[in-house]
């Protein structure tokens, strides 16, 4: 209405954001491996406090060790990331207020090795004993040589099953 008084309350905003906390991959294989299998990597953190609130996050990352550039920015402690098999991503946030003052930036995430890359199969060849026609052995022990591929070179076991018969030790 016309001739009414108005207040306005002007709130100065001078105090930037805390630092989120350490980002981590949601998809990572299991906690600490520094491995994933999936495509993208959705990277999480604990929210930023601030004087009044946060308003975005910016989102850096940093490819095979290389430089740290800006991926885009996100309204919530979330950010879903391309990626690509055979390379390793760390991540760094910046939580950015209404008033547009920048935080600190979080500590940088761990490495996180992306491999979307099945495993070669490998072969195995009866060291001792003598192996008889039709691939018999008769003995109570033998000895098997696990051949894993050059290729593997991110081997971290195979899981040998034992038929009918056969134990193993």
Do not use: C
């Not at 207040?7 to 906390?21: E, F, N, S």
């Not at 609130?53 to 990352?61: E, I, M, T």
């Not at 879903?80 to 991540?91: E, I």
């Not at 000895?143 to 593997?152: A, I, K, T």
């Amino acid at each position: 209405n016309i001739g009414e008084a108005v207040t306005v309350r002007v709130i100065h905003d001078a105090l930037p954001p805390q630092a989120p906390g350490q980002p981590s991959a949601r998809e990572e294989t299991s906690p600490g491996s520094g491995f994933a299998r999936s495509f993208p990597l959705t990277w999480e953190w604990e929210p930023a406090k601030d004087n009044f609130r946060v308003d975005s996050y910016r989102v850096f990352v940093l490819v095979d060790s290389g430089t740290l550039t800006l991926a885009g920015s996100t309204p919530t402690p979330s950010f879903p990331l391309a990626v690509t098999t055979g390379r390793s991503y760390q991540v760094r946030v910046q939580a950015v207020d209404a008033a547009g003052n920048l935080g600190v930036l979080s500590q940088l995430s761990r490495p996180i090795f992306v491999d979307m890359t099945s495993p070669t199969t490998p072969s195995i060849r009866i060291r001792e004993p003598r192996v008889l026609p039709g691939n018999l052995v008769d003995a109570d022990s033998i000895l098997v040589e696990l051949v894993v591929p050059s290729e593997d070179d991110l081997f971290l076991g195979y899981q040998l099953l034992g038929g009918q018969y056969a134990t193993w030790t």
